[in-house]
């Protein structure tokens, strides 16, 4: 089952704040997050694992509720570089990662 | 350098045609994946293998075949079986299998059908 992401679409200015959320309807062991420039591969940004641990970014956190079996990722003080669609990608009791729709963040000047 | 190469990058193919496109990891990495993306969509599972000489059907993996003959290699067929094939295709790899290890991507290939 896909996990599910919203919003589907946002648009910011420079210097704005974001949140997407993800969520899933299975118990999940991890949610990695990456962000994907039209044509090219997806680049990891963050994973979050069952339990509290969190690697990743600086500028970028996440949440992970495992309880809610959903994450959030957190984007403050937008640059025009987070431009992209951004994935969640949920670790469940199949070894391999389950990916969301995507969520197209725009950043403006 | 470490990293994923996929070749090539754009292929034509004629409908009826078998095509396989290349995946290499000099990452060490145990397990291998194959995903594919159509426009404005996410990531769908086609194959993924966790060791040499094994590998597991994903999400959609009618009309693909793949081998794992190599640790470092996990090439993906996409056969004539395929009624839609055309898409973009992203051979990943990780440290082990992907429940809690990092996914890394290569740059894709992009599969139009003629």
């Known amino acids: 089952q896909q996990p599910v992401q919203s919003p589907q679409a946002v648009i910011l200015r420079e210097g704005e704040d974001a949140v997407i959320n993800c969520s899933s309807s299975k118990a999940l062991y991890s949610v990695h997050w990456y962000r994907q420039k039209h044509g090219e591969a997806p680049v990891f940004l963050m994973i979050l694992l069952k339990g509290g641990e969190q690697k990743g970014h600086e500028k970028i956190s996440a949440s992970f509720n495992e309880k809610k079996q959903q994450s959030s990722l957190y984007l403050t003080a937008s640059q025009l570089s987070y431009s992209g669609t951004y994935f969640c990608?949920?670790?469940?009791?199949?070894?391999?990662?389950?990916f969301g729709s995507g969520t197209r963040l725009q950043v403006q000047p | 350098d470490g990293g994923i190469t996929q070749s090539p990058k754009y292929l034509f193919r004629k409908e009826g045609q078998n095509v396989t496109l290349s995946c290499e990891q000099n990452?060490?990495?145990?397990?291998m994946y194959w995903y594919r993306q159509d426009p404005g969509q996410g990531l769908r599972l086609i194959y993924y293998?966790?060791?040499?000489?094994?590998?597991q059907k994903g999400d959609i993996a009618e009309g693909y075949s793949v081998s794992r003959e190599k640790k470092e290699s996990f090439p993906l067929t996409v056969t004539s079986a395929q009624k839609n094939p055309t898409a973009f295709y992203l051979c990943?790899?990780?440290?082990?299998?992907?429940?809690?290890?990092?996914?890394?991507f290569g740059p894709g290939t992009r599969l139009t059908v003629l």
């Open positions: 990608g949920t670790g469940t009791g199949r070894r391999a990662l389950t």
């Open positions: 293998s966790q060791i040499v000489n094994d590998f």
């Open positions: 990943a790899s990780s440290r082990t299998s992907g429940r809690i290890d990092t996914q890394y």
């Open positions: 990452l060490n990495h145990d397990a």
